[in-house]
């Protein structure tokens, strides 16, 4: 049966784009136009969400994996949108993807994080968009790099665009292992100040890389003050053709929505113990961060003592230390940051170095 439609497609899209939390999902790829027909009727049936996903472009790292079954997909959405009545969202990374996908009428457009990193490819992504009335969502960079991500945002807007998103998907990182890509929330905190004026999703599938933390992500990003999620789901998730293990079915998208502690800005006189505890949970993230980072580079000391031991070239080199320190002076007075402070952690950092290098010298 057909959605009956009391509000124009305008409308819906613009009702989906203002509610918070916004929840998007739907597959990884629109694989076959059964697929996508029964994952958003069964997405419709949860009551859950607000906008589905789908992948028809897929930018992949390497040649030989699916890169999606590309244009002949988006009748496939038109019709569940036309079945159910969902907006329907869709990545793209040139300018005849934005031409194909608003021909079809897609409601949502969003820029990748393989697209972001590069801005020769959103300024084309943008001048494609210009004098058209569409929201658009804007990933972060694969990279770590927040000035990319910024200056995506500005070359967005500045082709007319009125509608724009921020979508937290996570970073890169070398020696990464808990996610597949290291959510740096202090990234996605900073960019979140620099721009009060845009939504921040967060993507718990994409950071996560595996569906058992997804929810532990999930409720991070709620706590922080994210306006939403993007989560992949797939009717037979196991056999997804790309990202199968970091997708759920849309009944567990379900449950999994229903055990968030949703958290909202309060209007009472207790307005100021929530925003703290905003704030220390902010810290908190933060805090397991640098740990994770410290972690990494205990590793890579490890590989140095084990150079050092097949070279039999001492463990401690002052004159590295002292220009480390003097670095990190010039870095920490730019950040107010005292010196008594960066001596004393700089000091623990290093000893803590030391004893593993000792381990690996003397093992």
């Known amino acids: 049966m057909e959605a009956t439609e009391t509000k124009s497609a305008k409308e819906i899209v613009q009702a989906a784009w203002n509610k918070r939390p916004l929840i998007i999902s739907g597959p990884c790829s629109a694989e076959t136009e059964t697929q996508v027909i029964e994952t958003v009727t069964r997405l419709a049936k949860t009551g859950k969400v607000d906008i589905v996903r789908a992948g028809i472009w897929k930018p992949r790292t390497r040649p030989g994996s699916f890169e999606g079954i590309g244009t002949k997909g988006l009748p496939w959405l038109q019709q569940a949108r036309k079945l159910t009545g969902l907006p329907m969202a869709v990545e793209v990374a040139t300018a005849k993807q934005v031409e194909d996908a608003l021909h079809f009428d897609i409601d949502v457009l969003w820029i990748g994080a393989r697209t972001t990193v590069n801005p020769f490819s959103v300024q084309e992504v943008a001048d494609a968009l210009r004098g058209v009335d569409v929201p658009v969502l804007i990933k972060n960079p694969i990279n770590p790099d927040i000035e990319l991500w910024t200056g995506a945002v500005e070359r967005v807007a500045k082709a007319g665009i009125k509608q724009i998103g921020l979508i937290h998907r996570g970073f890169s990182s070398y020696g990464n292992t808990e996610y597949r890509n290291a959510p740096m929330w202090h990234l996605a905190i900073e960019m979140k100040r620099r721009s009060p004026g845009l939504m921040m999703i967060n993507d718990p599938s994409h950071i996560s890389g595996r569906r058992d933390i997804l929810l532990d992500v999930a409720q991070k990003a709620i706590d922080l003050d994210m306006d939403g999620l993007i989560i992949e789901s797939h009717i037979d998730p196991d056999h997804a053709w790309s990202d199968a293990k970091q997708q759920i079915t849309p009944e567990r998208l379900a449950e999994m929505l229903d055990s968030i502690k949703w958290r909202h800005e309060t209007t009472n006189e207790k307005d100021f113990i929530d925003a703290l505890a905003k704030l220390r949970e902010q810290i908190n993230h933060i805090d397991d961060e640098l740990i994770q980072l410290l972690g990494q580079r205990m590793k890579i000391a490890d590989e140095i003592g084990q150079y050092k031991k097949e070279n039999n070239i001492t463990i401690l080199q002052t004159n590295r230390?002292?220009?480390?320190?003097?670095?990190?002076?010039a870095k920490g007075e730019k950040l107010n940051l005292s010196?008594?402070?960066?001596?004393?952690?700089?000091?623990?950092?290093?000893?803590e170095s030391i004893n593993h290098q000792n381990k690996i010298m003397n093992s």
């Open 321 to 329: 230390w002292n220009a480390i320190l003097e670095k990190a002076f």
């Open 339 to 351: 010196k008594e402070f960066i001596t004393k952690y700089y000091d623990a950092v290093h000893m």
